[in-house]
């Protein structure tokens, strides 16, 4: 599921998929609101991770428990990179995803930190609702990937797309900031 912050990294946007999975309203989760939504043992962590990458303006990834509506908790991971506009280049904030961790494997302990962020595929229970979300999904993994087979020269042209998908939800959110999906005209809450 996608989501933006703003420069000091609180939330300003986070895909429909949150509600149904934590059952919070997505206007309810803006600003620190979706931490109410983490299990209260990790939400120091991802204060501390995001207030460092707002402050050095740089990618970061996390891993946390999340409560689901149902009551049971989840392991997610989520990550983001930065987003810069006019004038001048200026930080906007980030722009990342957030996907539930399968099950299984080594116990896990919440942690993050700052360095490349290289999302995973989108699960089933968290695939985007809507095509802006699809579309920055799939832009923030090429992002995390671009640099393993030498194609750094791609990233200024990526970053940029990365930057008007983030516009165009903006765009969608001025429009109806109540409404969970705008697609084709038609608001869907």
Known sequence: MIFMTDATGALTYVSPEWHRLTGQASRDAVGQGWFERLHSEDGAVLRAVIKEAAQAQAEFTVRFRLSCEDGASIWATAGAVPSYGPPDHTF???????????PGGEPMQAQGGLGRFVPPPPSPAMAPASTLDLVADHLLIAHGLIEEDGGKAALAPLRE????VAQAIA????ISPDASVIEDGETVH
């Open 92 to 102: 906007l904030g980030f722009l990342g995803s957030i996907t539930d961790i399968p």
């Open 171 to 174: 765009r969608r959110m001025a």
């Open 161 to 164: 797309a990365l930057f008007r």
